[in-house]
């Protein structure tokens, strides 16, 4: 499964962060790495982004990107 | 030591500005990094003036991928700062502490502060500091810049550390095999780079940083030996290094912050932070929200009688202009006289007319002398007239000197037979009779109300004309300049107060016009900007620091990101239906630079307030048929914003950066005052500076060409065909050729149009006042029609031109200024004009093509560019540059 299926106000673990590169490392560095657990707290009003808890904040991502983040 | 360098590093949102604020106070400079727009700000510290901090960009990492991040580390690699004040915030320690485990491998003097402690106590948690500074082998403590706590301490700390040097051992956050190969690699950089660096140095060769690495002057038979090392680890840990790196990171920190951290057990379930954002966000309510704050702002700034125009009215006109009443000591006319009881606007309103009675009349007994006489007579006659008078005058006190009669009633018996048929008082704007007010209950009421007057039986809102005979226009004469300071406590302007300062100096007519009208004018139009740009920032600075306008980028990202733009582009484009320069301006609240150069770019097209009088002076003199005429102005200008949009981001010079959307949305909190006016008062000051400089000697130049001809003599208003701009309007007039309007009046016109852009409609009136007609508006219907066979194509031509070419000139000296680097302010300035040209072009040549008017080469060069246009806007995009492009499959 990955991010972007999960439904808001469900938790899940990150497996693994596929594609390299600028936008994988700067998921990255906000904290989503592999073990972490985030939580999807809500979609955009127009249906995208997405916005997350990980690591005890919010941050949004799209859905094209959370399409690369495997979840278990 | 002389000057001492202190670094200010930490994440957006974490509180370092307010610390910087705190600890600089003024004396801040703000600017951008060479040759990008990411904002640069320095300050000295308060009471040390040789500490100089230098705020660094918030970052949340010191990747090779993002402007700010490479800005912020090529600084502390580079410059070396004597230390670095890292701030740290304490509700959110576990993302903030990656950017400290990055920042201490630098080997440079560091400080933890770690801020907003006040959030963290009232959350009831605890942080462990004297175990925190142990386990990152650097000072910590803690602060809340907010409430100014601590903030001295820190910046006295990172001193102390700056002057000591590191000392000590710095935290080994890998483990296992990452450890074991990263101190392989720092073994064989030994003596190949400095010592203090060669951790960071040593992660970035293993990470693979390219940047980093040709900073370091790594050398490239190292980078071949330690390769193997690197891919062991991979395959071990089945990642990339670059990914391991960061997640051993993130494990290191999760464990710190478990030993440091006490969370208290009394968490409130949802904090305000979460109620409100339910609802900013909420499904439904949230783009009602959005429009309604927008709509806030901009009644605010830019809304017809909202504080904005207000005050934009009272620094042009009243401040800097002529004078303006004291509020609440204005009152009805109390001195005997014509104007008794009045109030100052019905007073100015009755002059206006009596004004025109005068003038009206005595053009038309002219006519009547002359037809009466031969040609030219009345002239002949005045100029005996005065002669004898001249030859007659004696002083009546020393210094009296003669002046020559402007206007004479000769023949006196001719005069009673004069009549001025249907005089009026011309609007300002469009030229066209201002509309009758009648003094009826209802109509008052109405007026009062803000409402139109569509009439009530008694001609209200028709043109208001009537007829002046001899005996109407002998009381007309009567009829003085209303003195506003009997209306009121007057308060003279600067703009008054120096020409009055100027006549008593006795200086000669061209200086004070060159003084007053040039120069001083040239700084009044830079400042006339300052309320509304002022307005725009405290309600944005407001939107930014509470939290919302990261809310926005998420509520409308969805829309923007499909024509290139990014969530926040939405805000210029508004403000810029109001004025441009701020518009400009507020682009800065855009991370992305990509975005915010694309932004930049397009938020002009939206017709602003200035030339909104273009659109009105056309619509009533040539569609006036046509009432979809001026919301089609903002119609062809979004249209250009989204397909100008499509078609940059298709060009090579926006493709490739596909910039991922990962924000932070951060929490929710009551902005103070303080930060609101440093950000504020901030972009005022840059504003002022460097856009006046480049608008005052532009603005002099204009006026000067504009009032002098070739001998430097000064030339009246009508005068306009003797000046400069004449004959520079004519040089340039084969450029307009291909739009319908290649004469020196258009070309004068479009040129001046760029002081302001209402400019364009009175240099239109000054040109065409040879031209025959009873009015204004006529005089420029009858020039429009001297350009050719189709008068009309060519008003819409001219007008389009005049609304899509680059703006105004203190809106083009903001885009130089934003843009950081002069090429690209060149490339907007290129863009706009192909658009604003291109469009008039295809609207004109193909018009007239329709309209029967043949085909000819500029048809061709019309049709030929458009299908170019058009392929920008439909060619396949340009492929994403692959390294940033994420693998994206399921």
Redesign the interface.
């Given at each position: 499964m990955t991010l972007d299926e999960v439904k808001p106000g469900q938790a899940a673990t990150i497996a693994r962060l596929r594609g390299d590169g600028a936008t994988k490392r700067r998921i990255m560095d906000m904290g989503l790495t592999k073990g972490t657990e985030v939580t999807v707290r809500k979609i955009a009003p127009l249906g995208d982004p997405i916005e997350l808890t990980v690591r005890g904040y919010e941050l949004s991502i799209r859905k094209d990107e959370a399409a690369a983040i495997e979840v278990a | 030591m002389a000057n001492i360098k202190i670094a200010l590093a930490g994440n957006p949102n974490c509180g370092k500005t307010t610390l910087f604020n705190d600890l600089t106070g003024s004396d801040q400079y703000v600017g951008n990094w060479p040759g990008v727009t990411v904002e640069k700000k320095d300050g000295r510290l308060k009471g040390a003036h040789d500490v100089v901090i230098q705020d660094l960009p918030g970052i949340?990492?010191l990747?090779p991928?993002?402007l700010e991040e490479v800005v912020a580390r090529n600084y502390l690699v580079n410059e070396k700062p004597d230390a670095i004040l890292n701030i740290v915030d304490g509700s959110?320690?576990?993302?903030n502490l990656?950017l400290t485990t990055q920042l201490l491998e630098l080997g440079l003097p560091m400080v933890v502060a770690v801020n907003m402690m006040d959030v963290v106590k009232r959350n009831g948690d605890k942080i462990d500091a004297t175990r925190l500074s142990k386990s990152l082998g650097c000072p910590v403590v803690e602060i809340s810049a907010l409430k100014g706590e601590g903030t001295r301490e820190a910046a006295e700390l990172a001193l102390a550390e700056a002057k000591k040097g590191v000392k000590g051992e710095r935290p080994h956050v890998f483990t296992g095999s990452v450890e074991h190969a990263l101190a392989h690699i720092e073994e064989s950089l030994h003596g190949k780079v400095e010592n203090a660096t060669s951790r960071w140095a040593a992660i970035k060769v293993f990470e693979r940083d390219k940047k980093a690495i040709e900073t370091l002057g790594v050398p490239a038979d190292i980078i071949s030996h330690v390769e193997d090392h690197i891919t062991d680890c991979e395959k071990e840990m089945d990642?990339?290094a670059?990914?391991i790196i960061?997640?051993q990171r993130?494990?290191y920190i999760q464990g710190i912050v478990g030993t440091v951290l006490t969370r208290s057990s009394r968490r409130a379930s949802t904090s305000l932070s979460d109620k409100i954002d339910k609802f900013v966000?909420?499904?439904?309510l949230?783009?009602p929200i959005f429009i309604l704050s927008l709509c806030v702002m901009w009644w605010l700034a830019v809304a017809e009688k909202g504080p904005g125009t207000i005050l934009t009215d009272w620094a042009n006109d009243g401040f800097l202009g002529d004078g303006w009443h004291l509020p609440f000591t204005t009152h009805a006319c109390k001195v005997d006289g014509k104007y008794k009881d009045m109030e100052f606007e019905d007073a100015q309103g009755e002059f206006a007319k009596q004004d025109a009675s005068k003038s009206k009349w005595e053009e038309t007994y002219k006519e009547s002398y002359n037809a009466k006489n031969g040609e030219g007579s009345y002239d002949k006659a005045l100029e005996a007239f005065n002669e004898k008078a001249k030859a007659e005058f004696k002083p009546e006190k020393e210094g009296d000197e003669f002046e020559a009669s402007e206007f004479e009633v000769l023949d006196e018996a001719l005069a009673k037979t004069v009549v001025a048929k249907d005089v009026f008082v011309e609007d300002e704007e469009t030229g066209e009779p201002v509309a009758k007010e009648c003094d009826c209950e209802k109509c008052s009421k109405k007026r009062e109300a803000g409402e139109e007057c569509d009439g009530c039986g008694c001609g209200c809102g028709e043109p208001d004309k009537w007829d002046v005979d001899y005996a109407a226009y002998q009381k007309a004469k009567e009829w003085e300049e209303p003195d506003p300071s009997q209306f009121g406590v007057w308060v003279p302007g600067i703009g008054a107060l120096l020409g009055d300062g100027l006549d008593k100096l006795g200086v000669g007519e061209t200086v004070k016009s060159l003084v007053v009208d040039g120069a001083w004018g040239g700084v009044a139009t830079v400042l006339g900007f300052v309320p509304v740009i002022t307005i725009v920032f405290l309600f944005l600075a407001f939107l930014e620091d509470c939290g919302y306008m990261?809310r926005v980028?998420?509520?409308m990202?969805?829309?923007f990101r499909k024509f290139g733009l990014s969530g926040k582009s939405f805000i210029p484009m508004i403000v810029g239906k109001g004025c441009g320069v701020p518009a400009v301006m507020a682009a800065r609240t855009i991370e992305s630079e990509r975005d915010r150069r694309m932004t930049i770019i397009l938020s002009t097209f939206i017709p602003c307030g200035a030339k909104t009088v273009i659109i009105a002076m056309f619509a009533a003199i040539f569609f006036r048929e046509m009432w979809y005429v001026a919301p089609l102005m903002d119609v062809i200008g979004i249209a250009i914003i989204v397909l100008g949009g499509i078609a940059l981001k298709k060009s090579r010079f926006f493709a490739g950066e596909?910039a991922?959307?990962?924000?932070?949305?951060?929490?929710y909190h009551m902005p103070t005052f303080g930060g609101i006016f440093h950000h504020t008062w901030n972009r005022v000051k840059g504003y002022m500076l460097k856009a006046g400089v480049i608008i005052f000697p532009a603005c002099v130049f204009l006026w000067f060409i504009m009032h002098f001809d070739w001998h430097f003599n000064l030339l009246a208003d009508e005068a306009i065909e003797q000046s400069m701009l004449h004959d520079m309007g004519s040089w340039i007039a084969w450029f307009f050729a291909p739009l319908g309007f290649g004469s020196w009046q258009g070309a004068a016109a479009s040129v001046s149009a760029e002081i302001a852009k209402e400019q364009a409609t009175a240099t239109l009136g000054l040109v065409a006042a040879n031209m025959d007609g009873a009015s204004t508006a006529a005089q420029i219907s009858n020039l429009f029609a001297s350009f050719g066979d189709f008068p009309k194509l060519a008003a819409m031509s001219f007008m389009l031109f005049n609304l899509f070419v680059p703006p105004c000139m203190v809106a083009i000296a903001t885009t130089f200024r934003e843009m950081g680097a002069a090429k690209w302010g060149w490339f907007a300035i290129a863009f706009q004009l192909f658009v604003g040209y291109a469009l008039a072009l295809s609207v004109y040549q193909i018009g007239v093509l329709i309209a029967g008017g043949g085909f000819g080469v500029w048809t061709a060069v019309a049709i030929l560019v458009d299908l170019w246009v058009l392929w920008t806007i439909f060619r396949p995009a340009r492929k994403a540059n692959g390294?940033?492009?994420?693998?994206?499959?399921?």
């Amino acid at each position: 499964m990955t991010l972007d299926e999960v439904k808001p106000g469900q938790a899940a673990t990150i497996a693994r962060l596929r594609g390299d590169g600028a936008t994988k490392r700067r998921i990255m560095d906000m904290g989503l790495t592999k073990g972490t657990e985030v939580t999807v707290r809500k979609i955009a009003p127009l249906g995208d982004p997405i916005e997350l808890t990980v690591r005890g904040y919010e941050l949004s991502i799209r859905k094209d990107e959370a399409a690369a983040i495997e979840v278990a | 030591m002389a000057n001492i360098k202190i670094a200010l590093a930490g994440n957006p949102n974490c509180g370092k500005t307010t610390l910087f604020n705190d600890l600089t106070g003024s004396d801040q400079y703000v600017g951008n990094w060479p040759g990008v727009t990411v904002e640069k700000k320095d300050g000295r510290l308060k009471g040390a003036h040789d500490v100089v901090i230098q705020d660094l960009p918030g970052i949340y990492s010191l990747s090779p991928y993002s402007l700010e991040e490479v800005v912020a580390r090529n600084y502390l690699v580079n410059e070396k700062p004597d230390a670095i004040l890292n701030i740290v915030d304490g509700s959110n320690l576990e993302r903030n502490l990656y950017l400290t485990t990055q920042l201490l491998e630098l080997g440079l003097p560091m400080v933890v502060a770690v801020n907003m402690m006040d959030v963290v106590k009232r959350n009831g948690d605890k942080i462990d500091a004297t175990r925190l500074s142990k386990s990152l082998g650097c000072p910590v403590v803690e602060i809340s810049a907010l409430k100014g706590e601590g903030t001295r301490e820190a910046a006295e700390l990172a001193l102390a550390e700056a002057k000591k040097g590191v000392k000590g051992e710095r935290p080994h956050v890998f483990t296992g095999s990452v450890e074991h190969a990263l101190a392989h690699i720092e073994e064989s950089l030994h003596g190949k780079v400095e010592n203090a660096t060669s951790r960071w140095a040593a992660i970035k060769v293993f990470e693979r940083d390219k940047k980093a690495i040709e900073t370091l002057g790594v050398p490239a038979d190292i980078i071949s030996h330690v390769e193997d090392h690197i891919t062991d680890c991979e395959k071990e840990m089945d990642d990339d290094a670059e990914s391991i790196i960061t997640t051993q990171r993130y494990n290191y920190i999760q464990g710190i912050v478990g030993t440091v951290l006490t969370r208290s057990s009394r968490r409130a379930s949802t904090s305000l932070s979460d109620k409100i954002d339910k609802f900013v966000t909420h499904r439904i309510l949230a783009l009602p929200i959005f429009i309604l704050s927008l709509c806030v702002m901009w009644w605010l700034a830019v809304a017809e009688k909202g504080p904005g125009t207000i005050l934009t009215d009272w620094a042009n006109d009243g401040f800097l202009g002529d004078g303006w009443h004291l509020p609440f000591t204005t009152h009805a006319c109390k001195v005997d006289g014509k104007y008794k009881d009045m109030e100052f606007e019905d007073a100015q309103g009755e002059f206006a007319k009596q004004d025109a009675s005068k003038s009206k009349w005595e053009e038309t007994y002219k006519e009547s002398y002359n037809a009466k006489n031969g040609e030219g007579s009345y002239d002949k006659a005045l100029e005996a007239f005065n002669e004898k008078a001249k030859a007659e005058f004696k002083p009546e006190k020393e210094g009296d000197e003669f002046e020559a009669s402007e206007f004479e009633v000769l023949d006196e018996a001719l005069a009673k037979t004069v009549v001025a048929k249907d005089v009026f008082v011309e609007d300002e704007e469009t030229g066209e009779p201002v509309a009758k007010e009648c003094d009826c209950e209802k109509c008052s009421k109405k007026r009062e109300a803000g409402e139109e007057c569509d009439g009530c039986g008694c001609g209200c809102g028709e043109p208001d004309k009537w007829d002046v005979d001899y005996a109407a226009y002998q009381k007309a004469k009567e009829w003085e300049e209303p003195d506003p300071s009997q209306f009121g406590v007057w308060v003279p302007g600067i703009g008054a107060l120096l020409g009055d300062g100027l006549d008593k100096l006795g200086v000669g007519e061209t200086v004070k016009s060159l003084v007053v009208d040039g120069a001083w004018g040239g700084v009044a139009t830079v400042l006339g900007f300052v309320p509304v740009i002022t307005i725009v920032f405290l309600f944005l600075a407001f939107l930014e620091d509470c939290g919302y306008m990261a809310r926005v980028a998420f509520i409308m990202d969805r829309i923007f990101r499909k024509f290139g733009l990014s969530g926040k582009s939405f805000i210029p484009m508004i403000v810029g239906k109001g004025c441009g320069v701020p518009a400009v301006m507020a682009a800065r609240t855009i991370e992305s630079e990509r975005d915010r150069r694309m932004t930049i770019i397009l938020s002009t097209f939206i017709p602003c307030g200035a030339k909104t009088v273009i659109i009105a002076m056309f619509a009533a003199i040539f569609f006036r048929e046509m009432w979809y005429v001026a919301p089609l102005m903002d119609v062809i200008g979004i249209a250009i914003i989204v397909l100008g949009g499509i078609a940059l981001k298709k060009s090579r010079f926006f493709a490739g950066e596909a910039a991922p959307f990962v924000m932070e949305l951060p929490a929710y909190h009551m902005p103070t005052f303080g930060g609101i006016f440093h950000h504020t008062w901030n972009r005022v000051k840059g504003y002022m500076l460097k856009a006046g400089v480049i608008i005052f000697p532009a603005c002099v130049f204009l006026w000067f060409i504009m009032h002098f001809d070739w001998h430097f003599n000064l030339l009246a208003d009508e005068a306009i065909e003797q000046s400069m701009l004449h004959d520079m309007g004519s040089w340039i007039a084969w450029f307009f050729a291909p739009l319908g309007f290649g004469s020196w009046q258009g070309a004068a016109a479009s040129v001046s149009a760029e002081i302001a852009k209402e400019q364009a409609t009175a240099t239109l009136g000054l040109v065409a006042a040879n031209m025959d007609g009873a009015s204004t508006a006529a005089q420029i219907s009858n020039l429009f029609a001297s350009f050719g066979d189709f008068p009309k194509l060519a008003a819409m031509s001219f007008m389009l031109f005049n609304l899509f070419v680059p703006p105004c000139m203190v809106a083009i000296a903001t885009t130089f200024r934003e843009m950081g680097a002069a090429k690209w302010g060149w490339f907007a300035i290129a863009f706009q004009l192909f658009v604003g040209y291109a469009l008039a072009l295809s609207v004109y040549q193909i018009g007239v093509l329709i309209a029967g008017g043949g085909f000819g080469v500029w048809t061709a060069v019309a049709i030929l560019v458009d299908l170019w246009v058009l392929w920008t806007i439909f060619r396949p995009a340009r492929k994403a540059n692959g390294e940033l492009k994420l693998e994206n499959g399921k």
